[in-house]
């Protein structure tokens, strides 16, 4: 089973490299698999292409062969970065991975990173972790660099504030409010030090603290702003009934959010391109009535009350 296309990278002589993890459950007769620890192909898999539109073969570059022993074989979603300067190869690599415990009720996540000069070869180089265990596996691994580029910062951004470097994961296995209302939360933490050598995370934040979202990536526009984008869907939820199912289709993909920084935080905004597709403005004082309105924004200026009456009437 492939799974989230991942880490795509277009080389400076424009041919399209794509990496994805291909996940497979193994299945014998008169033999039973934890998938865990066995039964399962944790594979990193190549394809390219020069138009984005017809790929080649595929290309297995890692198995659970070339992931350290100290993992088990949930390994999966590689993010493919250029090297920021810090020596060392041209490419790294980022791996969400589920380190092995003392026991299943121990394991932990943590982020595997590899480097390359060609895109094929891949050789470990570091493992980035939590002080304390954040979940038993990271999923979807993702760094951002918020505030180096000018299209990366917030209003009132500090300009004597240096780059701030974070690292988004998807963790599995969290539970208490900083889990939020997913059932695989994800978040950010800031990062410092180096991926190739010692780091340091801080504090986890959600990206969302909906129902429904999941394994966001980022990526970068043209113009330089850092977009993400997540997974509107959980399939592992038992209660999770989409009425989309009678239809041929469930699932699909959040609106795009721009990063930004004002120096100190992360912050997010809708990307300015939705301005694009809204519909005339009502303005009220105190109370507002709109009818016949498919979807619509509200925005409240200046509101310092955290809870606010809304009535919604559906049609159904």
Known sequence: ????????????????????????????????????????????????????????????????DDYPASVTCHVRDPRVLANPGEGGPAFLMLLGARAKG??????????????????????????????????????????????AAEATRAPGFDPAAPPLAVLSVSPQGMEGPAAGANVYPSGHMPFSGSLLGPCSLGEFTLWDAGFDFYAPQTFEAEDGRRILIGWMGMADCPDHANPTVDHGWQHCFTLPREVVTDGRTVLQRPVVELAGFRGPVLEGEGSLRAEGLPAFDLEAPGARARLWPLEVPLTL
Do not use: Q
């Open 1 to 64: 089973m492939p799974r989230g296309l991942l880490g795509v990278l277009r080389r400076a002589r424009g041919r399209i490299h794509a990496f994805y993890a291909g996940n497979v459950k193994r299945e014998e007769p008169g033999r039973e698999f934890d998938y865990v620890l066995d039964g399962r192909e944790s594979n990193t898999v190549l394809v390219e292409s020069d138009d984005g539109g017809v790929f080649g073969s595929k290309r297995l570059v890692m198995t659970v």
């Open 102 to 147: 003392a026991d299943r009720d121990r394991d932990r996540g943590e982020v595997l990173v590899y480097g390359s000069d060609d895109l094929v070869h891949w050789a470990f180089a570091n493992t980035v972790a939590s002080e304390r265990p954040l979940g038993y596996m990271w999923e979807c691994p993702d760094l951002l660099v918020l505030g």
